[in-house]
């Protein structure tokens, strides 16, 4: 058996969107898997549409899910000499040839068969012309077999068939002298030894004319694997209607790349019912067998629910450092406040977005805290000035200020004031956070460290009114 050879095919257009990342996720393990070779190629022919910012937005997004590449990235604009030379190839070997019907003429016939109810599609004027318009501006056809049938065995979707007088004389190269894409995927996939094809199901329709085409050329043709959409709650085909499409988006609201990668995987693919999925599991697991062949739909609740799975059992450390990012983005450093690691691990269990756990963190950080004026009114009032006075004053005592030695401190206060801990536990919380929602106050005093907590009570102790 050679060597699985795949490849990840976009067209820097835009920014990386979900039904490309999983078509590039499919590929990454797929190679991985049969330890063959993942190839990233750039497909940027369309000179007019292509662009630098997409391409790094691209690479970008794929760095992010941690899909690297063995080969590439290959630029298809870098290789235009040899598509000129496999075009040349082809005029001399009769297998395309040059048309040299103006847009008028084509527009004109295509009206025709409109008005006359047929498929719209190349009649073939310039297959047998004698007389060529000196200087004229033509652009390169495929000499297309017009009988018989062109059928392929689709890894996912079973055998698909199409009758070739149903198929064009594509057009290979335009009047401008640049390849379509048509051809140049064909002269790609074959140089590069791709064997597998995995890509989206909406180039299905394309597959028969490159089917033609490997041949035409003399190459091997390929396997594929064509992928379902994938369609939005109600059905539709997903587009920013049904909310982020990006990859990149999803980083930007809070989102895991393990998250991000374990739905995409399950959007289409299942084992059993096991939901969660390291990628070293993906990488054993995975296989085109379980890839179901209807489409799969978008759900962002399982998304949201597997984000918060990899939040609550991700590294304190590494969440922490994205934590600094996440905080940056607030405006808010992490320099003269607690280790981000330790933030982490009072909120891990609370937030189900990085971008949450960052709203939430934000007390550990600011200069002041600002008293949400609910919590304020209700919990820093008059009444409170003994549980602040005995708080103070035991809390200073402490040697040691672990979250432990914080919570006998407050037994203290609570034998003293005689108060239950809640009722201690609320006003500080607010003094503390600003807010009545919290971890356990014991814990954020210890991860805030004894400076700015005792700061932070006196200061609501001046406020009580
Ligand atoms: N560049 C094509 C696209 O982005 C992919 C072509 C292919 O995978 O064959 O749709």
Redesign the pocket.
């Known amino acids: 058996m050679s060597q699985l050879r795949v ?5 820097p257009t835009g920014y990386l969107h979900i039904g ?1 990342a999983r ?1 590039a996720l499919f590929n990454y393990l797929l190679a991985r898997k049969e330890r063959g070779c993942f190839v990233l190629r750039i ?1 940027d022919t369309d000179v007019a549409r292509s662009t630098e910012e997409s391409v790094e937005a691209i690479l970008r997004a794929m760095h992010w899910l941690g899909l690297s590449c063995d080969e590439g990235p290959y630029y298809q604009s870098q290789r235009f000499p040899l598509y000129r030379d496999k075009v040349q190839a082809m005029l001399a070997s009769g297998g395309a040839y040059r048309c040299y019907c103006t847009a008028e003429e084509l527009e004109a016939k295509r009206q025709l068969a409109e008005r006359e109810k047929r498929k719209p599609k190349y009649d073939g004027t310039c297959r047998n012309r004698s007389e060529v318009p000196a200087g004229s501006p033509y652009v390169v056809r495929f000499h297309a077999p017009r009988e018989g049938e062109t059928c392929f065995n689709d890894r996912i979707k079973g055998t698909i068939c199409f009758q070739n007088q149903e198929l064009d004389d594509l057009i290979l190269q335009r009047s401008d002298g640049t390849p379509t ?1 048509n051809f140049v ?1 064909v002269v790609d ?1 074959a140089e590069m030894g791709i064997n597998l ?1 995995i ?2 199901d ?2 299905i329709n ?1 597959t028969p004319r490159q089917i033609l085409l490997y041949r035409a050329l003399g190459y091997a043709v390929p396997e594929f694997a064509h992928v379902p959409m994938i369609l939005g709650a109600d059905q539709k085909r997903l587009s920013k209607r049904h909310g982020a499409t990006s990859v990149m988006a999803y980083r930007d609201l809070g989102y895991l790349p393990e998250a991000m990668v374990n739905y995409l995987v399950r959007l289409g693919w299942s084992h059993g019912d096991q939901e969660i999925f390291s990628m070293e599991e993906l990488i054993e697991k995975f296989s085109l067998d379980q890839v179901g062949r209807s489409a799969g739909v978008f759900n962002p609740e399982k998304l949201l629910w597997l984000n918060s799975h990899y939040i609550k059992t991700g590294d304190p450390q590494r969440l922490g450092n994205l934590l600094r990012d996440y905080l940056a983005a607030l405006g808010h450093r992490c320099d003269d406040g607690p280790e981000p690691a330790e933030v982490v691990k009072t909120l891990q269990d609370r937030c189900k977005t990085m971008v949450e756990m960052a709203e939430q963190a934000v007390y550990y950080y600011c200069q002041d805290v600002t008293f949400d004026s609910q919590a304020e009114a209700k919990f820093l009032t008059s009444a409170q000035q003994p549980v602040f006075s005995a708080t103070l004053e035991q809390l200073g005592t402490l040697t040691d200020w672990t979250a432990e030695a914080v919570e006998e401190a407050l037994s203290r206060v609570m034998q003293e004031t005689g108060l239950k801990f809640g009722k201690i536990a609320q006003p500080l919380r607010v003094a503390l956070t600003g807010n009545t929602v919290s971890p356990s106050i014991c814990e954020v005093m210890a991860v805030m460290g004894r400076d700015r907590s005792l700061a932070r009570i006196a200061r609501a102790a001046t406020r009580l009114a």
């Open positions: 490849r990840f095919a976009p067209s490309g078509t497909e894409y995927v996939d094809v890509r989206g909406d180039h394309n």
